[in-house]
Each structure stands twice: as C-alpha cells, then as structure tokens.
C-alpha cells in the first residue's frame, strides 16, 4: 500500500520564476491538502482540494493556486515566486475529514 | 481561524524520565486533537489522536489527554527514548472542514 508520495524532492528556483509540486495521495484517500513550513516553524494551512475543487484556504495570496484530478493526484503552483517561498512544501492526504497523512515534501529554494 | 499555543518550545530530558507537552486552543468546537512527530528533515508522522468524547487515550508509552472545558490537551512520553528526540507538533482540527492548525513546535531532546 503507497502512501503518499511527492515530487520532486528538492527544487531550486531564481526570483520571478514559476513552479509547479506534485503530490499523489494514499490509496483510497480523496482529499489532498497543501502546507508550506519555513524553517523551525509548524506547517501552515495553504489549501485544500476534494473533489477536483478547491474546499479551502488558508492566508496565502493569489500567486499560490493548485489542482486536482479525477485521480485523485493534486499539483501546487506558484508564481512569481519571492525569497520567501523557500520552504519545505508538504501534501497530506485523507479519505474526507479522516485522518491526514503526509507526504515527504518537497523542499524548496528561490534564490 | 483557531489560536494554537504549545508549550514548552524546548524540553530536555534524560533518557528513561518522563515527557509533557501541552497544547491550548481556542476554538471550543474543536473535536479532534492528533500530535504529530517530525524528525530532522523529515514528514511529519501521526503518533497519536484523540477525539472530543474521549478524555484520555494510551498507546504503550504515549498518551495523550484532554480537557475540553480547559481548551488544552498534552502528550505523555514514558520512559523517553534517545530516538524520541524530535519536534513534536499538535494540530487540533477545525470542525466541519480538514483543516488543521498547526502549534509552533516543541523541540524534544533525550540525553542518553
């Protein structure tokens, strides 16, 4: 049984620049949320998506947006990234308000 | 949204003494409590949960309890461990959607 699985591992971005995570959930999860955790901090809420649509959101601005699909899978973009995007980006899958299970992240550097 | 406040944000033991980490809320409808455990450079990892018509729940030597009225639930480590070392973080869920909030952390070292 697969659990929740993320690429890539490690990215590295310049100021400006656009990028897209992929996060694809535990079997027989349908819902995917995202969080961003900056060094020594607890992850934050960014959103989450059920049912191919975006349920809720955290305080994050327009420049994160995401996706899910009839998989299940779900992609996090963000654009026109700043110094302080970098950070560990984590996915948590769970089967409708169940318990959540994350992913392995995908760290983050703009540089 | 919830106010989430953990406290201590450091706790150093020695190897066999006992653990507390304790966690207040703000949201009085809150109804579901996990604390997770995250290794350096690692996910965080579910060890245990506990829902709001339960007051305390075991899991060889982890527990956690809560006190509704009081807005707060702890975690107990028994007979710490040097591999226990991590940051351990609660996340008291909002009811009525899967949305989490997040403590700051407590950073756990277990001296040998």
């Known amino acids: 049984d697969a659990g929740v699985t993320q690429s890539p591992t490690h990215l590295i971005k310049t100021r400006g620049q656009q990028v897209t995570l992929r996060c694809s959930p535990k079997?027989?999860?349908?819902?995917v949320s995202w969080y961003q955790q900056a060094l020594g901090q607890g992850p934050q809420f960014i959103f989450q998506?059920?049912?191919?649509?975006?349920?809720q959101r955290g305080n994050f601005p327009d420049r994160f947006s995401g996706h899910q699909f009839p998989n299940y899978s779900s992609e996090l973009n963000v654009n026109a990234l700043l110094l302080g995007d970098s950070a560990l980006y984590l996915c948590?899958?769970?089967?409708?308000?169940?318990?959540?299970?994350f992913g392995p992240g995908t760290r983050l550097l703009v540089l | 949204g919830e106010n989430v406040e953990q406290h201590p944000s450091t706790l150093s033991v020695q190897e066999g003494d006992s653990a507390v980490i304790k966690c207040t809320y703000s949201d009085s409808a809150s109804n579901y409590f996990p604390w997770y455990k995250q290794e350096l450079g690692k996910r965080p990892q579910l060890i245990i949960d506990i829902r709001s018509n339960v007051g305390e729940k075991k899991d060889q030597r982890i527990a956690v309890t809560l006190n509704k009225t009081a807005k707060h639930f702890s975690l107990h480590i028994t007979e710490t461990q040097p591999e226990d070392s991590a940051v351990y973080f609660c996340a008291p869920k909002d009811p009525g959607i899967n949305k989490f909030y997040f403590g700051s952390g407590t950073k756990l070292n277990v001296k040998p």
């Open positions: 998506y059920y049912e191919e649509e975006e349920r």
């Open positions: 079997s027989g999860h349908d819902t």
């Open positions: 948590a899958s769970s089967w409708r308000e169940e318990t959540q299970y």
